[in-house]
């Protein structure tokens, strides 16, 4: 079991093999909270609240997941293509 030691600032060193296990590096947030005489440490996405979803946009995306899942996507070359054909077609209609 590794053992940290509290520092001059209060601070604590993690050990390098825990971070890595539970992604952490430096300079990402951490919850810390007190539980009975205990100190839990989590990690903590914050998130600016113009950069979430909202409940219909999440739908969006799951569809889209779902499509991808089942193969149902074409490439970014496949679109590319198509959408020039398909200008190609319009001039020769209005020729």
């Known amino acids: 079991m590794p053992i940290s030691r509290l520092g001059q ?3 604590v060193v993690i050990p390098k093999d825990i971070c890595e296990e539970i992604g952490i590096r430096e300079g990402d947030f951490l919850e810390v909270v007190r539980v ?3 100190v839990i440490i989590r990690p903590k996405k914050l998130v600016d609240a113009e950069d979430t979803l909202t409940p219909e946009e999440e739908a969006i995306v ?3 997941e779902a499509q991808i899942r089942r193969g149902e996507y074409v490439t970014l070359e496949q679109l ?3 959408m020039e054909r398909n200008t190609r077609e319009k ?3 209005t020729i």
């Open 9 to 11: 600032r209060r601070q």
């Open 36 to 38: 009975k005489n205990t």
């Open 62 to 64: 799951r569809e889209g």
């Open 80 to 82: 590319e293509h198509d």
């Open 91 to 93: 001039r020769r209609k």
